[in-house]
């Protein structure tokens, strides 16, 4: 009887658990216009917990509600998600997490000329207070790629025409 009742207690404990909890991705991928560590324009709070789980941080200081998905706690590199009306309005890269590329291979880290000759003309330059974002409306998304020091140090995701500097 004992066991039987530590066994269904185990299985209502696994039942309950997520089919598929996210995590922060060790090597994300930005797709220009689309999406940046699987998360896109528009989701849903419970679409981002269920791709990026459920370990994040939120800003108190922020004019939007905005978490920070980081691979320990305090660390500094990771993924913000920034919310207004419901779902994402912006997601960009904290600092420079290793691993991290767009969709053609392009590394966090390369050479800021690289983003350059990549996207050509689509891409012109924002200056924010430290660093520079280089910047394309795709269709209602905005694209960023940010650079510090000659390299490239970021990326970002935001709603067509948004500021991306954060």
Avoid: N
């Avoid at 995590?23 to 991928?29: F, K, Q």
């Avoid at 998360?39 to 917990?49: C, D, K, Q, W």
């Amino acid at each position: 009887m004992r066991r039987s009742l530590l066994g269904a207690a185990l299985a209502v404990v696994v039942l309950a658990a997520p089919a598929s909890a996210g995590t922060l991705p060790r090597a994300g991928v930005f797709v220009p216009g689309r999406s940046l560590g699987g998360v896109r324009l528009g989701e849903r709070p419970t679409a981002v917990r269920r791709a990026l789980g459920a370990f994040y941080g939120v800003c108190r200081g922020c004019a939007r509600r905005t978490w920070y998905f980081t691979y320990r706690p305090f660390d500094d590199r990771g993924l913000a998600v920034e919310f207004s009306g419901g779902g994402v309005s912006a997601v960009y890269t904290l600092w420079q997490p290793a691993g991290w590329h767009d969709a053609y291979g392009l590394k966090l880290g390369a050479p800021e000329g690289a983003v350059r000759l990549r996207g050509g003309p689509l891409l012109r330059p924002i200056a924010c207070p430290v660093y520079t974002a280089l910047v394309a409306d795709i269709g209602h998304a905005r694209t960023a790629y940010y650079g510090y020091d000659g390299r490239l140090w970021g990326f970002g995701l935001f709603r067509r025409g948004a500021q991306p500097c954060r």
